[in-house]
């Protein structure tokens, strides 16, 4: 299995941190939040990693090379502007080739084992949900029987940690785009299942989350 770690936002609520270095390098007890990743990934036997890159991206490139200190090959994606999630997933799929692969948002840390996920998913994605997070009380999709669902119930928040077909993607067009429209029509014809997580994950989104984690790593 293929990995794509997204690393292409600017990372607006961020900032100042952000105006001088791109978020995925933000440091996390003393290394790049991004770093966490690649040794997960390298654990899992997940060697083949594709990342994106907009805001500051020469500064990911040069922190991380093509991945030797971790065991990975790492090939890029660079975007001369953010396409978002779903643009930036449909670029690079001549990267991550025909079989499905993983995704995994840069600003999140957790330790989630990859290992874990399934090489060949139900349906047309398999996501990793998560408690709601104080800044997202509302969630993102109902779990049933493995099946994410978009009506009434508990509702879980989306990890940024997933599996995904090349299918999901049939029809969209080069540009700009969101993910999140893709899922939900996904979901609504019952087509991706999901898995409920309760370990440690954060959100790293704002100087305030970035501190708390910090604190807890230290």
């Known amino acids: 299995m293929k990995a794509m770690i997204l690393a292409a936002g600017r990372g607006e609520r961020m900032r100042p941190l952000t105006d001088t270095t791109p978020k995925p390098l933000l440091q996390v007890a003393g290394r790049p939040l991004i770093e966490y990743h690649l040794e997960q990934l390298a654990a899992a036997d997940i060697t083949e990693v594709v990342i994106n890159h907009s805001w500051l991206g020469e500064q990911i490139e040069r922190a991380l090379g093509a991945g030797d200190r971790w065991g990975v090959r790492i090939s890029y994606s660079p975007e001369p502007e953010p396409l978002e999630t779903g643009g930036g997933i449909l670029q690079a799929l001549p990267l ?3 079989e ?13 084992p990859f290992r874990r996920l399934p090489s060949r998913p139900e349906g047309v994605a398999h996501l990793v949900l998560v408690d709601n997070p104080p800044h997202r009380p509302q969630g993102d999709f ?16 989306y990890s940024g940690i997933g599996i ?20 939900r029509r996904a ?32």
């Open 96 to 98: 991550l080739g025909k």
């Open 100 to 112: 499905p692969f993983l995704v995994v948002n840069g600003d999140v840390w957790c330790d989630y």
């Open 142 to 157: 109902g779990l049933r029987d493995g099946r994410l669902h978009c009506g009434s119930g508990r509702r879980l928040t």
């Open 164 to 183: 995904y077909r090349t299918e999901l993607f049939q029809g969209c067009r080069p540009g700009r785009f969101p993910l999140a429209p893709l899922l």
């Open 187 to 218: 979901v609504r014809q019952g087509m991706v299942a999901g898995e409920h997580y309760t370990g440690r994950w954060l959100d790293v989104g704002t100087p305030g989350r970035l501190r708390e984690l910090n604190e807890e790593m230290r």
